[in-house]
């Protein structure tokens, strides 16, 4: 195994759809270190620190993830890392999208059957999935260390952690033997991730295909979502699509017309005339994510609360792509961040990269400072939300603001989160602005695990003027990563 390949990747990779954490930002300098506590990982006696947050789902609803310490997440990803060519292909592989929508699209089959896991990660079977390991590795060693790990960081023998690529690799390879199962009744499979599409010629057909799949997932110890599972013929599938790409192309076709030049012609002894003069498809494309958002704001603005019309949930779907595009270019209403977060709450990671890209760019420290008030007193703040809000927060400077000061005070209360990860970030965030003292620092100590240990070290070093005893505490401990770790804080 490469530990030291895996801990750079992972100081420099974050957790799928989260912040880089102070607890990995502050381990920057300190990548031995890590690879040396990821090999004590493998002993099958030794602890791991893990911590379970929620994050929400597209709409309503939340799904728990598991973080695992650093060492432990660099020790798992080097292990499977080792099995890789073993493994199923990775089904979120470059083009895997594409190839999975076009396998429905291109169908010659009168209906496209789709089939979604429940909370497939969360019920993963380990002893399952150790069968299946040894059948492909022929590796008992290492098929016994992936158990040994996954049996200290879960709970009653089910569920690997989520967000991150070695998880990944393992559920493709668990999900492939439903795969397989289905194949074996002759049917054409398409998967990406936990997303099933099954061509099916007739319409008992169909039904035949959700049944097998039910069986079969019950055997794994999988159930199918009720709500994402369901029978499609494939020409409304192929309207379906055409629908949003007809919407794109009209938005973009609309904003090139209105930004065509027209530019008047003199000649001698004609009248006048004109040459169109097309903008560059930049600027259209730029003009056209505006307008989808003015249109969205102004459907979702009159629609009444948790109503999904057609037209605005259209034009939701592009509202991200629009606002990602729209980056480098004039400032977006915040009261178009704060209605999307309303209606999609997992929006909030594409708004908290949106500000973080116009840091250096605008002075807009003002619009910043507003706008993380304004989703903070918005409600529906949970744990990663709040993970995102502080790392957001702590990258922000002046200037001295009624928003400012309020952020900054709520960030301070967070150090007391029942959440680990959550504390960590606040105390990074609090000791930017010199709010970190003795009393709330020595809380912090004692409620904390190898999980977040060095990141409170962290921002102990940014703070600066702490108690010596305090500070003696983490640096002179018989590991370096505390010491490793303020010592980074002081730099940055």
């Known amino acids: 195994m490469d530990t030291r390949k895996a801990a750079e990747k992972a100081l420099s990779v974050p957790l799928d759809k989260l912040p ?36 929400p789902k597209r709409k309503f609803g939340h799904r728990p993830i598991l973080i695992p310490d650093a060492p432990a997440r660099v020790f798992y990803s080097a292990l499977v890392e080792s099995i890789d060519k073993d493994l199923e292909p990775d089904s979120r592989a470059d083009g895997s999208w594409a190839a999975h929508k076009r396998f429905a699209e291109e169908s010659p089959s009168e209906y496209i059957v789709d089939i979604d896991i429940a909370a497939c ?11 299946e390991l040894l059948m492909r590795t022929m590796d008992a060693d290492k ?47 398409s998967r990406f991730a936990d997303d099933f599409q099954v061509r099916a010629d007739d319409w008992e057909s169909a039904n035949e295909v959700i049944e097998f799949a039910a069986e079969y997932a019950r055997e794994l110890g999988l159930i199918l979502s009720s709500d994402k599972t369901k029978i499609t013929r494939t020409d409304n599938y192929r309207t379906q699509v055409q629908a949003q790409s007809d919407l794109r192309d009209k938005y973009f076709d ?39 958002i003015l249109d969205w704001h102004t459907i979702a603005a009159a629609a009444s609360p948790g109503s999904d019309t057609g037209s605005e949930v259209a034009l939701r779907r592009m509202v991200p792509t629009a606002i990602a595009i729209l980056q480098a270019e004039g400032r977006i209403e915040a ?62 400077e002046g200037p001295v ?41 020595a809380t912090l100590l004692k409620s904390s ?14 703070q600066g ?28």
């Open 254 to 292: 609309s904003a090139r017309a209105s930004l065509t030049v027209i530019q008047l012609v003199s000649h001698r002894y004609e009248d006048l005339g004109f040459i169109e003069i097309p903008p560059d498809d930049q600027k259209a494309v730029v003009a056209s994510m505006r307008q989808i």
């Open 465 to 492: 003027d702490l108690n010596a005893a305090l500070v003696r505490s983490v640096i002179q401990e018989r590991t370096p990563i505390n010491r490793e770790a303020y010592e980074w804080g002081q730099a940055n």
């Open 335 to 396: 009261s178009v961040f704060t209605d999307l977060i309303y209606r999609e709450p997992i929006r909030l990671a594409g708004v908290c990269k949106y500000v973080l890209s116009r840091l250096s760019s605008f002075g807009e420290a003002g619009e910043n400072w507003s706008l993380l008030r304004k989703v903070i007193a918005s409600g529906r703040i949970g744990p990663w939300a709040r993970i995102w809000l502080l790392h957001v927060a702590g990258q922000l």
């Open 121 to 131: 990660y969360e019920f993963i079977d380990h002893e399952r999935l150790h069968e």
């Open 401 to 441: 603001s009624e928003d400012a000061d309020w952020v900054i005070s709520w960030a301070r209360k967070q150090c007391d989160d029942r959440h680990e990860i959550v504390r960590a970030e606040a105390a990074w965030t609090s000791a930017k602005f010199g709010k970190l003292d003795n009393g709330m620092t």
């Open 449 to 462: 695990t190898p999980l977040t240990q060095h990141g409170i070290a962290a921002a102990m070093g940014r």
């Open 143 to 189: 098929a016994d260390a992936i158990a040994s790990f996954l049996a200290r960081c879960s709970f009653k023998g089910r569920g690997i952690p989520q967000l991150s690529s070695p998880s990944d690799r393992l559920a493709d390879l668990y999900l492939s033997i439903l795969q397989r199962q289905l194949m074996r009744h002759a049917l054409d499979v």
């Open 20 to 55: 880089m954490l102070i607890s990995d930002r502050a381990l920057e300098n300190s990548k031995s270190t890590l690879s040396r506590l990821a090999d004590l990982v493998a002993r099958p006696t030794h602890k791991i620190s893990f911590e379970t947050i929620t994050m």
